[in-house]
């Protein structure tokens, strides 16, 4: 604690001065601590957000329910650019065992656009299983990079617009994709759909 005593007005001055730039000096030190927090937990915001963008979430479908059967699929968090994988789960609800698929169930996978453009569609062929009740099988379907690559330029234009987004701006543009991922099952009677919306392909 600064002590006044009688001083001439020069000592005074010099006092008064010295004790204004101690308070200057102690506001500068706790704006200088104040920032360096901000800043670490800026980077501490950042790393966590490109990690979790790394490791992609896991997003799940739509449900459906047929014959006793309940269905969905979701993308693999080790999908990457070169390969793409998504599984599908089918629960069964049914009193007895069922095989699934059956063999005259046609399994297509799709990306379209929220316009309606369709720009791709590959048609998937699971190995039949049986499962017995109240429990769950999983099957597991890829889709390559190299097949997107051949897509319609005005569907490329749509799936790898993100590419050109680099640095920093890349973590804040989680945003959404125009493209919905879409798994269908049909048969001669009953058609069901599955679907991601707003699905990243990579």
Same mark, same amino acid.
Not at 32 to 46: E, G, N, Q, S, T
């Given at each position: ?12 001055? %010099?006092?008064? %001065? ?36 790394? =490791? ?93 690559? =051949? ?52």
């Amino acid at each position: 604690m600064h002590k006044y005593y009688s001083r001439s007005p020069e000592e005074f001055r %010099e006092y008064a %001065e010295s004790f204004n730039k101690g308070r200057r000096k102690k506001n500068w030190i706790q704006i200088l601590i104040l920032v360096d927090i901000v800043i670490l937990v800026f980077i501490f915001f950042m790393t966590t957000k490109t990690m979790n963008s790394d =490791l992609g979430p896991i997003r799940s479908s739509t449900k459906a329910r047929t014959e006793g059967l309940e269905l969905y699929f979701i993308k693999s968090s080790d999908s990457n650019k070169e390969n793409i994988t998504y599984f599908l789960f089918v629960k069964n609800m049914n009193m007895e065992t069922y095989t699934f698929p059956k063999p005259e169930v046609i399994i297509k996978f799709f990306l379209k656009t929220t316009t309606g453009i369709n720009c791709y569609t590959k048609e998937i062929k699971f190995n039949p299983k049986t499962i017995v009740k109240d429990s769950t099988e999983f099957y597991a379907f890829n889709i390559s990079s190299s097949e997107l690559s =051949l897509l319609p330029d005005k569907c490329q234009k749509i799936l790898i617009r993100e590419e050109g987004i680099k640095g920093y701006r890349k973590m804040f543009a989680g945003g959404k994709s125009n493209v919905d991922a879409i798994l269908e099952f049909q048969d001669k009677e009953n058609r069901q759909t599955l679907v991601i919306k707003n699905e990243r392909w990579y």
